[in-house]
């Protein structure tokens, strides 16, 4: 009987640093770009008045993937307990035996810090080297520790709650700041909950890069319209993108098409140019996609193949 590994949220991160993230979740895009590697479209389940279920299915290296995540906001609230929670499960695409289930927080966490790496080395101006991180929540704290496994020293953190943003400054030995502090570093990183906006058209300098991750599904937003037009835009997939990400409002005001967009796949690949110019600002939209969770979960299993992390065995 096939034997499955579980990998809760500790041996994860035990098995991934956010170096090898950054590795892995490049050489993914590239994958993806070539064809090699495959991706569905997300489906969405929804479980009103509570929340939704994704499923985010992605094959590729021999194996199949799929990440089952919830995103149930009042959970916190009203049940104590996460508004994400989820399991990536992991099969041999040769023989479909299912190979492992790993934590997906811990993958999601991994995946998603690493792509603003990802976009902030291939986009930024050259020489770059201060970070802004607006929302050091989760994903903010894993966004920060994969610029700094990056090499980008120094950081100003911002958050409404200042204990979140010393504990982040404090443990990457960089500083807090207020939002105006933040915006004006090389490199900005929006990782808010997307229910209010945080970057507008004056505050655009040039030669900035902005990665905008927190608004993630329809109806978030932390750029204004007007800002995110007024940028040369990239985005990690134009389907998501466009439907549920920081692009979308300026989709749906008819200001960009997919013309003005570029996908990080194309500029990793060298096939389109990535910054226009020094004195331009880039942004990237992160929406989150599957073939990330796909590179963490398969660098996962490489570590436990290594012997370098353990894993409980579950005989089905
Ligand atoms: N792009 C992706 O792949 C991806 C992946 C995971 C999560 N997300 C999204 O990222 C967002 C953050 O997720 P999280 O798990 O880190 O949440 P979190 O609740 O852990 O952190 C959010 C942080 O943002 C702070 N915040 C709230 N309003 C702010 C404001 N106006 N300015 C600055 N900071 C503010 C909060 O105080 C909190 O510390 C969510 O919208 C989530 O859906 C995106």
New binding site residues.
């Given amino acids: 009987m096939p034997e499955l590994k579980v990998l809760n949220h500790d041996a994860v991160l035990a098995a991934v640093t956010p170096a090898e993230a950054i590795t892995h979740v490049r050489e993914a895009f590239l994958r993806h770009h070539r064809g090699e590697w495959v991706m569905p479209s997300k489906v969405y389940l929804q479980s009103p008045p509570h929340g939704d279920f994704r499923a985010m299915p992605a094959r590729g290296d021999g194996l199949a993937m799929l990440k089952w995540i919830s995103?149930f906001p009042p959970n916190p609230r009203e049940h104590g307990l996460p508004a994400?929670m989820g399991v990536v499960v992991v099969n041999d695409a040769q023989t479909s035996v299912p190979l492992a289930l790993l934590d997906a927080g811990a993958v999601?966490a991994l995946r998603?810090g690493a792509?603003a790496a990802v976009a902030a080395t291939a986009l930024a101006v050259e020489g770059a080297s201060s970070v802004g991180i607006?929302?050091?929540?989760?994903?903010?704290t894993w966004t920060a520790r994969c610029m700094a496994a990056a090499g980008f020293e120094q950081g100003i953190c911002?958050?409404?709650?200042p204990e979140?943003a010393q504990a982040l400054a404090d443990e990457l030995g960089w500083r807090t700041g207020s939002?105006a502090e933040a915006l004006a570093a090389d490199i900005v990183n929006c990782?808010?909950?997307?229910?209010?906006v945080?970057v507008d058209a004056k505050d655009l300098r040039p030669g900035l890069h902005l990665n905008m991750?927190?608004?993630?599904?329809p109806g978030?937003a932390e750029a204004t319209v007007g800002a995110v037009a007024s940028c040369a835009l990239f985005c990690d997939e134009w389907a998501q993108a466009s439907h549920g990400g920081e692009l979308t409002g300026a989709v749906e005001a008819g200001l960009i098409t997919q013309e003005s967009v570029t996908d990080l796949g194309s500029v990793l690949a060298g096939e389109k140019p990535g910054r226009p110019g020094r004195e331009s600002v880039t942004l990237f939209d992160?929406?989150?996609l599957a073939i990330q969770d796909l590179a963490i979960a398969a660098a996962a299993l490489e570590a436990l193949s290594a012997g370098r992390v353990e894993a409980q065995t579950v005989v089905l």
């Fill in positions: 995103s994400v999601t998603t792509i607006v929302g050091c929540g989760l994903h903010g911002f958050d409404p709650r979140a939002l990782i808010t909950p997307g229910h209010e945080v991750l927190g608004a993630d599904g978030k992160s929406t989150g």
